[in-house]
């Protein structure tokens, strides 16, 4: 295989065609779902049932938003290389990837597109989620960087590929973490720049590995033989923000970094498990640094897959790896208090047939007291959905698990949950939880292998429940609402929000949900936000060919839907070959901040400087024309 066919392959591609799955599975039990599910639908050529989209809940009684008093013009799909907004708004560049942060960093160069050395001071590619925060009247935004384009980012390189140990460091720098004052001067936003917020947290960064996993013996490395102290953070997904003000990273696809010196070397099945193999995505960070060589390091990657959280107003400050969270793909971590005072947070652990987690705090929050530890200590659930609408959580302990200890489960989670019959679920993306009432929303992006093979574990995916079609290449989006309101009990009952889909190409149930039409379908829902008015926010990172299945979806987007109505409206279409992730709000409400990233990811787009200039992935603001709130 070429390496520039490697750099096309998305990250979960590569790691089905290098780490292939069994194709086997239960295939009595999809048989007997699918049955099932054809007997539900009858003769309708879509998902035609109200009560199976919005809920056996009725929703008509409950006080909420409508888009009566949230009015726009519904933006139309197309394949333009530019940000599209209602009639009415506007939009502008806030920082690109190689921005400067300081007056002594090196400007952005297009042809040398950059240094280790400059891109240690400058904002990392690929941003992906976001939050604002506020100190003493600054304003700082924190972003997360996934990844670097190895087409762009190495663009001036005929290979398209770090070709010099320099080139190596410079991806490492891209990735990570920006913190960055903004303002906004004569209706812009920008960095500030030289501010004492300023910082860039990369993938050599020191990091404090926090919870039950601290100082395990499959913690400790040659370099830290405590187990105590990690070295980095990268392939940062979605995020959260917790009341106390910190910022929660995500690390997602941390296992394509690692690589083997020695092709004979057999990887452990728990490393298999989590995708490490022999062969990494082409960023060769084991040529300069012998901790991502498993054959010499087979611990590393065990200190990586976690939530980190971050001080964004201490730049002095370390990270913490927060591994009573579990270990996984994390998508995005949401964080509720509940009524009763213990913080939960949503997981998503973004892989095809993986599952939904819940953590709860051991100790209650206490506002305006010292809350920093409460991600340090409680307890992990996964999530069971029954086809009847109900569902449970299950506890992971060393009792339901059969694992050793907790620090085993923490490191160890998808066994775990794999262990107590979770539900495997359409790649897990970003949880957002209602402002208004007790229910959460899970993005299920899509899932080929539905129907057809198991997930990396081995465990069946059976068509049915919240995963209600086979291949499904168009995604859904499932809601729970908790017994009794509250977040921290064992039961609750879901139903699907919105089935996406293709009315223009389909007739049956890959024509998505009652609320989808030819105006507002959309594909691959990915990040998830609600705004203070009670809004969903919905970006998707899907299939822009607008060709054949996906005829008339055109660029990636962003919806808003309303929780009420279930009606769903298109907000936004960025341009060529984005995804839209990351999303947050300035104090006044009056600008959307939202990230758009890795366009031209084919060679196709210039955005956002046009021309024939090298694409930047960016954030955005977007507002109103006349000023006025956006929720």
């Known amino acids: 295989?070429?390496?520039?066919?490697?750099?096309?392959?998305?990250?979960?591609?590569?790691?089905?065609?290098?780490?292939?799955?069994?194709?086997?599975?239960?295939?009595?039990?999809?048989?007997?779902?699918?049955?099932?599910?054809?007997?539900?639908?009858?003769?309708?050529?879509?998902?035609?049932?109200?009560?199976?989209?919005?809920?056996?809940?009725?929703?008509?009684?409950?006080?909420?938003?409508?888009?009566?008093?949230?009015?726009?013009k519904e933006v139309e799909a197309n394949s333009r290389d530019t940000i599209t907004v209602p009639t009415g708004y506007q939009w502008h560049v806030v920082s690109m990837w190689g921005d400067p942060l300081w007056s002594s960093s090196i400007p952005f160069d297009p042809e040398t597109r950059g240094t280790a050395e400059s891109q240690a001071l400058a904002v990392g590619d690929n941003n992906d989620g976001m939050s604002l925060f506020e100190d003493?009247?600054?304003?700082?935004?924190?972003?997360?960087?996934?990844?670097?384009?190895?087409?762009?980012?190495?663009?001036?390189?005929?290979?398209?590929?770090p070709e010099t140990d320099d080139d190596v460091r410079k991806g490492m720098a891209g990735h990570g973490i920006t913190v960055a004052e903004i303002t906004e001067q004569d209706g812009k936003w920008g960095i500030v720049k030289d501010s004492p917020y300023n910082r860039r947290i990369t993938a050599n960064s020191p990091m404090e590995i926090t919870g039950p996993a601290r100082g395990h013996a499959m913690m400790r490395t040659t370099a830290d033989p405590s187990g105590v102290l990690a070295?980095?953070?990268?392939?940062?997904?979605?995020n959260?923000?917790?009341?106390?003000?910190?910022?929660?990273?995500?690390?997602?696809?941390?296992?394509?970094?690692?690589?083997?010196?020695?092709?004979?070397?057999?990887?452990?099945?728990?490393?298999?498990?989590?995708?490490?193999?022999?062969?990494?995505?082409?960023y060769?960070?084991?040529?300069?640094?012998?901790?991502?060589?498993?054959?010499?390091?087979?611990?590393?990657?065990?200190?990586?897959?976690?939530?980190?959280?971050?001080?964004?107003?201490d730049p002095d400050s370390t990270p913490k790896k927060r591994t009573a969270l579990g270990r996984f793909k994390h998508e995005n971590a949401e964080l509720v208090v509940a009524e009763n005072g213990h913080v939960v947070v949503y997981l998503g652990d973004d892989e095809r047939g993986e599952f939904l987690y819940r953590f709860i705090s051991a100790e209650k929050y206490y506002e305006?007291?010292?809350?920093?530890?409460?991600?340090?200590?409680?307890?992990?659930?996964?999530?069971?959905?029954?086809?009847?609408?109900?569902?449970?959580?299950?506890?992971?302990?060393?009792?339901t698990t059969s694992m050793a200890s907790q620090a085993e489960i923490s490191i160890l989670t998808r066994q775990a949950a794999s262990s107590v019959g979770a539900t495997t679920m359409d790649r897990p993306e970003w949880v957002a939880v209602n402002p208004d009432r007790a229910e959460a929303y899970l993005a299920l992006t899509n899932n080929k292998n539905r129907g057809k093979k198991p997930n990396a574990g081995g465990d069946p995916t059976?068509?049915?429940?919240?995963?209600?079609?086979?291949?499904?290449?168009?995604?859904?989006?499932?809601?729970?609402?908790?017994?009794?309101?509250?977040?921290?009990?064992?039961?609750?009952?879901?139903?699907?929000?919105?089935v996406a889909g293709n009315p223009r190409a389909h007739n049956d149930a890959y024509a998505g949900s009652e609320n989808i039409n030819t105006g507002n379908m959309f594909n691959s829902p990915d990040g998830l936000a609600f705004d203070d008015s009670g809004f969903l926010w919905i970006q998707t990172d899907g299939n822009y060919s607008d060709k054949d299945n996906f005829a008339g979806m055109g660029n990636n987007q962003?919806?808003?839907?309303?929780?009420?109505?279930?009606?769903?409206?298109?907000?936004?279409?960025?341009?060529?070959?984005?995804?839209?992730?990351?999303?947050?709000?300035?104090?006044?409400?009056?600008?959307?901040?939202?990230?758009?990233?890795?366009?031209?990811?084919?060679?196709?787009?210039?955005?956002?400087q046009g021309g024939q200039t090298v694409p930047r992935s960016a954030i955005i603001a977007v507002s109103r024309e006349d000023g006025t709130a956006l929720s």
């Open 558 to 608: 962003m919806l808003i839907g309303d929780p009420v109505t279930g009606e769903i409206k298109r907000f936004m279409v960025g341009p060529k070959e984005c995804e839209i992730t990351g999303l947050t709000w300035s104090p006044d409400r009056s600008t959307v901040f939202v990230g758009i990233q890795h366009p031209g990811e084919k060679g196709n787009s210039h955005f956002p």
């Open 284 to 313: 060769a960070w084991a040529s300069v640094d012998g901790r991502f060589d498993i054959s010499k390091n087979p611990n590393e990657p065990n200190r990586f897959g976690y939530v980190v959280e971050i001080d964004p107003l």
């Open 1 to 72: 295989m070429s390496a520039r066919r490697d750099e096309e392959l998305s990250f979960d591609k590569f790691d089905e065609e290098h780490y292939p799955r069994s194709k086997t599975t239960d295939f009595q039990a999809i048989s007997t779902t699918l049955m099932s599910r054809r007997n539900f639908l009858g003769n309708s050529a879509k998902f035609g049932a109200a009560a199976f989209i919005m809920g056996t809940t009725s929703l008509s009684g409950l006080a909420g938003c409508s888009f009566l008093t949230r009015d726009f």
């Open 136 to 161: 003493d009247g600054s304003l700082i935004l924190v972003s997360n960087n996934e990844y670097v384009n190895q087409g762009i980012i190495y663009g001036n390189r005929e290979s398209k590929k």
């Open 462 to 498: 059976p068509v049915g429940g919240p995963n209600p079609r086979a291949e499904n290449h168009y995604g859904q989006i499932v809601r729970w609402r908790p017994v009794n309101q509250d977040h921290t009990s064992d039961e609750f009952s879901w139903d699907l929000f919105v």
């Open 368 to 399: 305006g007291e010292n809350n920093r530890n409460l991600l340090e200590n409680g307890t992990l659930y996964v999530a069971k959905f029954n086809d009847d609408g109900s569902g449970k959580w299950i506890a992971l302990t060393p009792e």
């Open 231 to 238: 070295l980095g953070t990268w392939n940062n997904c979605g």
């Open 240 to 282: 959260g923000q917790t009341p106390w003000g910190t910022y929660l990273t995500c690390e997602e696809n941390f296992n394509g970094y690692f690589s083997s010196s020695d092709d004979a070397y057999q990887p452990s099945p728990e490393l298999n498990r989590y995708g490490v193999g022999n062969k990494d995505w082409g």
